[in-house]
């Protein structure tokens, strides 16, 4: 099973995106789901995750307050939405999630914890 991020592009500083990620042949909802990042020349890294049933939101400092994460079960789609972008945001943004009783923040930071990933999406913000 992969998941489909979609919804990457170019935008000028300022501006906003939202991200799409969807979950064909998974249960999204039964799942907690999380949206890294991988900067050129960096290492993937945490960005924001919703527990499975959409009690617990966790954000990295950089992007709190700008991006929100959340998911519509109808869909079985996960979303990131993201705003005032900054060029220090420009990554490829992948979506993941991973099966678990109960959700933990610790875990949920861990790249190594999601079993299901997506193949990335360009985000790109210009000074």
């Known amino acids: 099973v992969q998941l489909q991020a979609s919804g990457g592009g170019l935008v000028q500083a300022g501006g906003s995106l939202r991200l799409s990620c969807a979950a064909p042949g998974l249960t999204l909802s039964n799942y907690h789901m999380g949206w890294f990042r991988q900067p050129p020349g960096n290492e993937r890294e945490f960005v924001a995750s919703i527990s499975w049933d959409d009690h617990k939101l966790y954000y990295a400092d950089s992007v709190k307050g700008r991006f929100t994460i959340s998911r519509d079960n109808a869909k079985n789609t996960g979303y990131l939405q993201m705003t005032s972008l900054k060029p220090e945001d420009t990554a490829v943004y992948y979506c993941?999630?991973?099966?678990?009783?109960?959700?933990?923040?610790?875990?949920?930071?861990?790249?190594?914890?999601?079993?299901?990933w997506g193949q990335g999406t360009q985000v790109t913000v210009s000074s």
């Open positions: 993941g999630a991973y099966g678990s009783r109960y959700y933990n923040n610790y875990y949920a930071v861990q790249a190594a914890r999601y079993e299901y």
